[in-house]
């Protein structure tokens, strides 16, 4: 199984961003982002997890009990808001789209390359709109939706396209959205896992501790009892 989110390739762009470029990502709803850990991600545990993703009721079985990841989660974890628009990725692009589409990709490319967008956001003098329009395709491309693809898809420019409206949308709903349909698809013989992976790592791995701890206070309470 092939994982393909990288908190890594996001959190060393973070380091590059100069502090008015930080305080505008803020004002789009994405500060909390900026203070997100490199996470190891551990593939035979994710893939534990995914043997135990159960997609007809969109949940994973921990201990015979069906635990949802919902984005309410998201929000508790990653700090991006759990309600708000709902504005889904577009099939195809009107003109809006193609004007920023043919902006931010690469020169002699077809595709919104992550690595172009990268090169960009370093290079940015100022956090201007095209700055937070490839920040969040960034994001999209690399800890949000990512794919084995080395490109965001141009559908998300839907997203993006009014830069005041982006602090307004339901991300958490996009991004858990995104992971439960590459769940969905790895049940139905997708080799790779797709999505927010450090996210369902991130989720199980509280849901232990929590089971954990309540095994350690039934025992603490039967000892004083």
Same mark, same amino acid.
């Given at each position: ?11 060393? /762009?973070?380091?590059?961003?100069? @502090? ?27 893939? @534990?997890?995914?043997?135990?993703? $159960? ?7 921990? @201990? ?8 309410? $989660? ?9 309600? *708000? =628009? ?7 692009? $009107? $003109? ?40 969040? =395709? ?5 800890? =949000? ?13 839907? &997203? ?22 590459? /769940?969905?698809?790895?049940?139905? *013989? ?8 450090? =996210? ?5 791995? &509280? ?19």
């Amino acid at each position: 199984m092939t994982i393909v989110c990288s908190t890594r390739r996001f959190c060393t /762009l973070v380091k590059h961003l100069s @502090q008015d470029k930080k305080d505008e990502i803020e004002r789009i709803g994405f500060g909390s982002l900026l203070s997100l850990p490199d996470i190891t991600l551990e593939r035979k545990l994710i893939g @534990q997890i995914a043997d135990r993703y $159960d997609p007809n009721i969109e949940s994973v079985i921990i @201990q015979g009990t069906a635990v949802p990841i919902t984005p309410w $989660d998201v929000q508790c974890i990653m700090g991006l808001r759990a309600d *708000g =628009l709902i504005i889904e990725p577009k099939p195809h692009m $009107d $003109d809006d789209d193609y004007k920023y589409y043919f902006i931010y990709k690469e020169k002699q490319g077809m595709n919104i390359s992550l690595h172009h967008l990268e090169e960009q956001l370093i290079k940015a003098k100022n956090a201007d709109e095209h700055f937070i329009r490839r920040f969040v =395709l960034f994001t999209i491309g690399f800890l =949000l939706c990512p794919t084995t693809k080395a490109f965001v898809s141009s559908h998300y420019l839907a &997203l993006v396209k009014d830069i005041e409206q982006i602090r307004h949308i339901n991300w958490a709903k996009v991004t858990r959205d995104f992971l439960i349909k590459s /769940l969905n698809a790895l049940k139905t *013989g997708q080799r790779s896992l797709e999505g927010n992976v450090a =996210l369902l790592q991130v989720c199980y791995e &509280l849901i232990l501790v929590s089971i954990i701890y309540a095994i350690i206070l039934v025992s603490i309470t039967y000892a004083i009892l």
